[in-house]
């Protein structure tokens, strides 16, 4: 039972370089998030899809794109790198459509990234 | 603009003692509050939630209680064990236009459970 699955878990990129984070997940969610974790910062919402060739901006969305050709899977693109990227990024999906309902979001163990 | 607060980066608890998390939060909109819990390199797991329209909800050694009116949210791990040890973050959901809802995270408190 793999639930949420990142790759890769660690990477160091020079400032400038591209690359691509993979999430996929086998639940059958409809909704994925990208998130990105930084000290005393908590998890900030990068973009997120609500379904099949969705996708959405959330909060930190500019130097990053996305896209969820497959419903198991949920790209993040970094198409030149900076050090203010350095990061633990986070995927997650959930099945919840609506504000009224606790549904949790299920997370991956997410990927260390340094832009040096 | 932080609508939701965990004012305590850690919190040191001796085994078998409450340990008592907090959160804070300044929109009143907010229909859902959840707490995760982290472990080192893992992704954040979901613990307990508890709808805005209540004011108490346990399950097993975990409470959460609201106070809408202070807008102040508590977690309650009674009793506290080593394995407790983690990072937790309350989050708080309410609905938007686009995308049906959104999920707002604290920055976490670090739980200390010393045997």
């Known amino acids: 039972n793999a639930g949420v699955t990142q790759t890769p878990k660690f990477r160091v990129l020079k400032t400038g370089q591209s690359m691509t984070l993979l999430c996929a997940q086998d639940?059958?969610?409809?909704?994925m998030y990208w998130y990105r974790q930084d000290p005393g910062m908590g998890l900030r919402l990068i973009h997120y899809?609500?379904?099949?060739?969705?996708?959405a901006k959330g909060e930190v969305p500019d130097g990053y794109n996305v896209s969820r050709l497959k419903k198991q899977n949920f790209l993040l693109g970094l198409e030149s790198a900076a050090p203010s990227q350095t990061s633990v990024y986070f995927c997650?999906?959930?099945?919840?459509?609506?504000?009224?309902?606790?549904?949790?979001?299920?997370f991956g163990d997410g990927t260390r990234l340094s832009i040096l | 603009d932080q609508q939701v607060k965990q004012n305590s980066p850690s919190l040191s608890v001796q085994e078998g003692r409450i340990s008592i998390l907090n959160c804070d939060y300044t929109?009143?909109?907010?229909?859902?509050f959840l707490w995760y819990k982290k472990y080192p390199a893992e992704g954040p797991t979901f613990l307990i939630s508890?709808?805005?329209?209540?004011d108490k909800n346990e399950d097993g050694r975990f409470t959460v209680f609201l106070n809408k009116s202070a807008k102040h949210l508590s977690l309650h791990i009674v009793p506290s064990q080593p394995g407790d040890s983690a990072v937790y973050f309350c989050?708080?959901?309410?609905?938007?236009?686009?995308?049906?809802?959104?999920?707002?995270f604290g920055a976490g408190t670090r739980l200390f459970v010393k045997a």
């Open positions: 997650a999906s959930s099945y919840s459509t609506g504000a009224n309902s606790n549904q949790p979001q299920h």
């Open positions: 639940m059958n969610h409809e909704y």
């Open positions: 899809s609500v379904g099949e060739g969705t996708t």
């Open positions: 929109n009143s909109m907010f229909d859902y």
């Open positions: 508890i709808s805005s329209i209540k």
């Open positions: 989050a708080a959901i309410r609905g938007v236009r686009i995308g049906g809802f959104k999920t707002i």
